[in-house]
């Protein structure tokens, strides 16, 4: 392919462009819309696994056992929490143990620790594998005899999950009948390119030029649409991310860390599904209405 | 240049156009095609430029067969032959000098060849002058003349002229078929189906009569041989 050729695709596809204004506005829209919400849904789900991932620590099951259990029951113990289904792992935590924590994070206040009994309970730190078994683990093991109290932030992780879910499965709903409706627009757009063409095509046609040579404006400019629609997404996503960002930073217990490599990763999604759109919808048109 | 076998064409629709037809076109013929209209003279420059593939029979073009021919070597078949209709079919919104270089682009020539040849041509059709002029700015003599331009600008071994005049007066026709004679003298064949009279038997070429999708006459040096 000559240089000078995909010159001529270029220019061709932009001469169309702007004959199809409205029409093309129209598919940028569309594809717009379609590729916020997969931006917006993305977004959503990368933050909800951030904080997941930092509420993951403290996602272990703490459990307290009664005063007076003796060696042999905790051994007992600890093998009946490791076989319960969805542990990963667990860990005995003796009293002294904790304590020499509770020190260490009260580093300088040392002697307000000094007690003549050690008051904290024998525990376990018992881990998930799953945020969604962390439930049934926890009333499994507080049936267990021995065990005191059972803690663990049921609440957040449930919700966030749950949330998690939902935004994903509704997400992919919106997101493909979206991208059908702008492949559709696309397709549209296209058709009515080639219709107001079709004497240049026919004239193309009995001067010898190839298929691809019709064929390749076409394509440009459902390229050209998709990736309009993509940029124009992309630039509402950063902003209004940037500014919900800033904007849940000034909570503290919420750590949103958003990476910046996640942000481009997603960016870059967002144009990728913005040239498929348009090279899907163009082909379907020159395919059905460019008979070459 | 030209071979055809007991080429028969008929269409889905079941009209049968052309029936048993076995003709020689030798490099250099000048040929007119004539015969009533719906005779058949279209499909047969139809199947010469591969627009329409035989039923049956074989078609020779320059020594390939074009009814085995695959789709995607359609194109440079045609860049070998040049075309004329009679509404012309330029696009009206580029320039004279552009639609005669749209030829060559779509033949993905060079900007180096372009600039070279599309003036040498227009000079060959008498139109340097009008070279940045719209076709509508043009007399149809004058639009046939790019369309001829075109044509010839990627050195075809043959043109095929459907009634190139049948949208011109009497004098302009004789100027575009002075035009023809002088490229045929070059060494290109010409087939061109007409219904002018005067113009077969003034020139006295190569005619070949189709009626009913049959070859009903073939002689050198004929005449048009219907009442006009």
Known sequence: MKVRTVGYYFQEALTSLRRNGLMALASVGTVAVALLILGGALLTVLNANNIMKSVENELLISVYLQEGVDETAIGDLEQQINDTPGVAKSRFISKEESLEKLRQQFGETKGSLEFSRNPLPDSFEVNAEKSNLVKGIADKIRGLSGVEKVNYPAEVVQKLSTLVEWVRLIGAVIIILLALAAVFLISTTIRLTVFARRREIGIMKFLGATNWFIRWPFVLEGVFLGLAGALVSGLILYFVNFYIVEAVKQFPFMRVQTDMKDVYIILGSLLGGGIFIGAIGSVISVRKFLQV | ?228
């Open chain 2, 1 to 228: 240049m030209i071979q055809m076998y007991n080429v028969s064409m008929i269409y889905p629709n079941g009209v049968k156009a052309l029936t048993d037809v076995s003709l020689h076109v030798r490099k250099g013929d000048f040929i007119f095609l004539v015969g009533p209209s719906g005779a058949g003279k279209s499909t047969l420059t139809k199947l010469i430029f591969r627009e329409e593939l035989p039923t049956r029979g074989q078609i020779m073009v320059n020594g390939i067969n074009i009814a085995r021919m695959k789709d995607k070597e359609v194109p440079y078949l045609r860049r070998k032959i040049g075309v004329i209709f009679q509404d012309f079919r330029l696009l009206p919104n580029k320039s004279v000098y552009d639609n005669v270089a749209f030829a060559l682009e779509v033949a993905e020539a060079s900007s180096k060849e372009i600039k070279k040849l599309v003036p040498a041509v227009l000079k060959l059709v008498g139109l340097t002058n009008k070279a940045d002029m719209l076709p509508t700015e043009l007399s149809g003599g004058e639009q046939q003349r790019v369309s001829i331009a075109r044509a010839i600008i990627n050195n075809p071994i043959m043109i095929i002229a459907d009634e190139p005049t049948g949208n011109l007066d009497p004098e302009t026709s004789w100027e575009i078929m002075n035009l023809l004679v002088e490229i045929n003298k070059l060494g290109t064949t010409i087939i061109m189906a007409t219904h002018a009279k005067d113009i077969v038997d003034g020139l006295k070429k190569r005619v070949i009569a189709i009626e009913n999708g049959r070859v009903v006459r073939d002689e050198q040096k004929g005449a048009y041989g219907y009442e006009s």
